[in-house]
């Protein structure tokens, strides 16, 4: 399939050079900052659950869920935000769970590896030089290497003990941002086997999973049998031919990453058609509703983490676009809005009592859970958004 053919059909929304001011960067940042600090010492250790319940409060409990590993990076990007060490030894103290996890192989059996493992294990290991750190996200790399990747069909399933069932045999845009933990794991020990199936499942991505228009699918399913394809479909978004919000921005970031790895030019027009289709999307607040079927002013949810992480993914790209060009002042310009937008409608901590750093999140709207609430990763991109726009130094824990 030809790429890099769709047009942004708004360039005056995205061309004006809109930064954020580092006054106004500094306030939310400050604001996130000082609550983390209170919140974390009320959650003690314990985890918040996936997603924030009754009236926007998490219920905390043990590492063992895809969100957990963001919890811990929450911490760790507030303290290379902040300097406070209390952050770095909360993350620290979780050190341990993840020991339980990989051992008890807890929640390991899926596509979300990479979620548990680089934004806490692998961040801790760049942050502290930990060598137990490094030797433990290679032991979850090779595990999620070994079990969750088929061979048959060169792509990571979605679900290894649910692999014999349409359920389990499928592969989703969510694992662009699991594939990094074996990116990593090749650049640490050289072994083949990591990298040719994070390239195969970046290949399978791209052929069945992105549509020709730059929108994606978030499901694709394979035969139980013979893992050969047969359709794409939705489990979160708003119906199959749809495009899910939060998924299509694992893939405005995961592409990014890959390129960073393994340089392959092809995935720039890639990149472009879906951060284009996004954009071509975006409704005026700069808040997406949780499917891109939704554009005007409507009653449906939002989901201000897709905003956060689709623009971690544009600042990632401008590292390496050539600033003159066309798409390095639609990336920065767009991602500055997007965050922009969040700070503005979705950190209001003075009238709303919420737990997480973000509100108007939504896990699910099909299956009704967490409507425009908090999640971990509305926390943790908020901040990893931030340390984006004000240390361009900063190591990526991806
Ligand atoms: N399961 C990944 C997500 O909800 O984004």
Known sequence: MQRGNIKLNNPERF?????????????????????????????????PGTMSKEEDKY????????????????????????????????????????????????????????FAFSPSVIALYKITGDEAMKELALKAADHFRTYIYSEKGGFIL?????????????????????????????EQTGEERYIEAAKSQLAVTEKYLIREDGSSFHHYMFDVETHAPVRGLTFQGHSDDSC??????????????????????????????????????????????????????????????SALISACGLLEACKYLDETCEEYN?????????VNGVIDHCMDYENKDFDGLVNRVTCSAPHNLCIDGCTSYGDYFLLEALVRLTKPDWKRYW
């Open 15 to 47: 061309n004006d050079g809109f930064e954020i001011s580092k006054e106004k960067l500094n306030a939310a940042i400050k604001k996130a900052t000082d609550k983390w600090l209170k919140k974390l010492e009320e959650f003690n250790g314990k985890f």
């Open 59 to 114: 219920v905390l409990g043990e590492n063992n869920s895809w969100t957990q590993g963001m919890h811990t990076g929450s911490a760790l990007l507030a303290y290379e935000l902040t300097g406070n060490e209390k952050f770095l030894e909360y993350a620290k103290q979780h050190i341990e769970s993840y020991y339980w996890r990989y051992e008890n192989k807890v929640d390991m059996w899926c596509h979300d590896v990479g």
């Open 158 to 186: 979605r679900s290894y003990t649910r692999r014999d069932t349409p359920d389990g045999c499928r592969t989703m845009m969510d694992t662009l941002m699991n594939i990094p933990l074996l990116f990593w794991a090749y």
């Open 244 to 305: 899910w919000a939060r998924g299509h921005s694992w893939g405005v970031y995961g592409f990014p990453v890959a390129y960073t790895y393994i340089k392959d030019e092809s995935l720039l027009p890639l990149h472009r058609d879906v951060t284009y289709f996004m954009l071509n999307h975006m409704p005026k607040t700069y808040i997406p509703y949780y499917d891109y079927d939704f554009v005007e002013e409507c009653s449906e949810a939002h989901d201000s983490s």
């Open 330 to 338: 639609i990336y920065k310009t767009a991602a500055n809005k997007m």
